[in-house]
């Protein structure tokens, strides 16, 4: 089953008409998109794009076979040229299956929102499921029966629990192909989107590309282990979090803990459980070695600091005595072991940092040993992760993987 994309952005286009964003001001070439449609062997097209018959000509391809033409979810966006010749426009009522002429069986799927999605089967057998923009499958909506799609196309940074929840019913595989369509100014410009979208196990390609359903394509990989620094309100716990999104089952490990009466930490809580998808778990601990030795869903660990904090705490780090004495050597000995157990554990884990030391010198003794220990301890986690993250002003750079 061939399949040629002529658009993959929101049905207002990237860049958006007049718009002076920066994502906007950056979609020019292979990142500028027109509104997503789906070209299937040449028989089939899913919704439309400004210009179809221009569109498909770029591409190298002609909708003068096209036998059925599904819309996917209202047009809202700028008018769209309906070429004559082509049969008229419809959709596919929830649940129902339609036989193209062509040999494809289309069958339409409910949705959370406004729309249709479209499960296409081709006449070898290949799967593909397409999801309008901003939707995810309803609750009732069968999934994974059949095994994984060779394809999905989703709204994959719009709707990234859709993504999750393929994930976790089996619709979604190792092996399947996910392409993230109906791309807005919302996206993050350049070469961020595409690594904000291997994160997730997902790729974008340009508008006219074609690709053959069920070939092989190296699927991006997910990433098992990350370490996401920054300074204050650098946004690194936010980056942390978007790279879990598209994970069905997230355990989320708040080494801070509790603080009695204090209102301004219970409202950095609250404000976090609030950001998080409510099929996350919460655990308050640290005690994070049991935690990496088990197998189970993806960690998000927040924070390493507040870690230290409490290993410090636990060895009397802060008594220049008890440090002289012992407590140097207690404490590396917990840090050896942490790194120890990010180097062997079984699940996919994202933990955060705080990047110190780039500023002023702490005035005390105390704040100079926490900043030394916090370095050192940063480095011997970096070390055993395949992914590194330093987040500046909202800006994820890349430091490994």
Not at 133 to 154: E, H, T
Request: with cysteine.
């Amino acid at each position: 089953m061939e399949l040629t994309l002529l658009g993959t952005g929101a049905p207002d286009g990237l860049p958006r008409p007049g718009c002076p964003c920066a994502s906007c001001a950056t979609a020019v070439g292979d990142e500028a998109r027109a509104a997503t449609a789906l070209l299937v062997d040449g028989a089939l097209l899913l919704d439309l794009t400004p210009g179809p018959a221009f569109a498909a000509a770029r591409a190298g391809r002609s909708i003068a076979g096209v036998r059925q033409v599904l819309l996917s979810h209202p047009h809202d966006g700028p008018a769209v040229e309906f070429p004559a010749g082509l049969p008229a426009p419809g959709r596919v009522p929830d649940g129902r299956e339609l036989a193209v002429i062509s040999g494809h069986r289309v069958r339409a799927m409910a949705l959370d929102a406004p729309g249709t999605g479209y499960e296409v089967t081709g006449p070898e057998g290949e799967r593909l499921l397409y999801l309008p923009p901003g939707a995810s499958p309803a609750g009732f909506a069968p999934l994974g029966a059949s095994g994984p799609y060779d394809m999905v196309l989703l709204d994959v940074l719009g709707r990234p629990d859709a993504l999750a929840r393929l994930r976790e019913t089996g619709a979604v595989g190792a092996t399947t192909d996910v392409l993230a369509i109906h791309l807005d100014h919302d996206v993050p410009p350049g070469r961020e989107l595409h690594r904000r979208l291997a994160a997730l196990g997902a790729r974008t390609v340009p508008d006219g590309t074609t690709l053959v359903v069920g070939d092989y394509h190296a699927v991006p990989d997910l990433p098992r282990r990350t370490l996401v620094l920054g300074g204050a309100r650098s946004g690194k716990s936010v980056e942390a979090e978007r790279r879990l999104e598209g994970f069905p089952d997230v355990v989320y490990v708040a080494t801070g803990g509790t603080r009695e009466g204090d209102r301004e930490w219970a409202a950095r809580i609250a404000l976090h459980r609030e950001r998080r998808p409510g099929s996350w778990r919460t655990a308050e601990t640290c005690d994070l070695v049991p935690l990496l030795a088990e197998d189970g869903p993806a960690l998000l660990i927040d924070c390493l600091g507040l870690w230290l904090t409490d290993a410090m705490d636990s060895v009397e780090a802060w008594d220049d005595a008890v440090w002289a004495n012992g407590g140097a050597r207690a404490l590396a000995k917990r840090v050896a072991e942490l790194a120890a157990a990010v180097r062997a554990t079984p699940r996919t884990v994202v933990l955060v940092s705080n990047e110190v030391g780039s500023g002023v010198v702490p005035a005390t003794a105390s704040g100079r040993r926490f900043r030394d220990e916090l370095g050192r301890l940063n480095t011997a986690v970096a070390a055993e992760c395949e992914h590194v993250l330093l987040v500046v002003a909202g800006q994820p750079l890349p430091l490994r993987g």
